[in-house]
């Protein structure tokens, strides 16, 4: 079972183009983090969220993170080919471990 | 932001060998540090917590005697893979976590068993 749902796991536009991919779960989570990595190289974090509701942005990616803190989504506008990669969602579980969802590949098309 | 290293980047190794991938925080002391696992177009998994001074803790079904996880200073855990497999050849990848709670990963190794 995972506990972190992501959606879309693969999606491939082309540039100039928008696009959001979502997190959710059935759990509350005090935080939310997003990464993005690319391949042979590890995560590398983009944003925590903490309070529900709260909308952070970081040029042209807007994260999102849900009321009831159980899902958070990552809008990126106008995608451009350096945007290509793997995007993870994650929070912490437990003994603060660290729990990842599915990944989305993304591939932007020039 | 703080720096964590991996060594090797990468290492291919025949079927039956060990294999020791190392994990360092080069700029800080990390108490915990955490060895994760990744196959190809999937996530990571948790493999283990490494603890410094104390035994690792193994998440269900990583099998501790196969995964030996060493963490015998603040700035170093080792995990060896033991008598390696073609089904263990995958990305490894740790993480540090800082003083703060921050969690650190490092650049991954690629593991490929012949």
């Known amino acids: 079972t995972q506990l972190l749902e992501q959606s879309p796991q693969f999606l491939s536009i082309q540039e100039g183009e928008n696009l959001t991919v979502y997190c959710n779960s059935s759990?509350?989570?005090?935080?939310l983090q997003w990464y993005r990595q690319e391949p042979g190289e590890g995560p590398v974090l983009l944003v925590t969220v903490v309070t529900g509701g709260e909308v952070k942005k970081l040029k042209r990616l807007t994260f999102q993170f849900g009321d009831a803190r159980k899902d958070s989504s990552l809008h990126i506008t106008a995608a451009q080919p350096g945007d290509t990669g793997l995007y993870l969602c994650?929070?912490?579980?437990?003994?603060?471990?660290?729990?990842f969802g599915q990944g989305t590949e993304l591939s932007v098309k020039p | 932001g703080a720096v964590v290293s991996q060594h090797p980047s990468r290492v291919i190794c025949k079927s039956g060998t060990s294999v020791k991938i190392e994990c360092r925080s080069l700029?800080?002391?990390?108490?915990?540090m955490f060895w994760y696992r990744q196959f190809p177009k999937q996530s990571l998994m948790l493999m283990a917590t490494?603890?410094?001074?104390?035994?690792?803790?193994?998440e269900q079904g990583v099998e501790k005697d196969k995964f030996l996880i060493n963490h015998a200073s603040l700035t170093l855990s080792t995990l060896t893979v033991t008598s390696a497999h073609p089904e263990d050849s995958s990305f490894y990848i740790c993480s540090a976590r800082d003083g703060e709670g921050r969690e650190f990963f490092g650049p991954g190794t690629r593991l490929t068993v012949l």
């Open positions: 490494s603890n410094e001074g104390s035994k690792a803790t193994y």
């Open positions: 759990s509350v989570f005090s935080s």
């Open positions: 700029d800080f002391q990390a108490t915990t």
């Open positions: 994650a929070g912490y579980v437990g003994e603060g471990k660290l729990i």
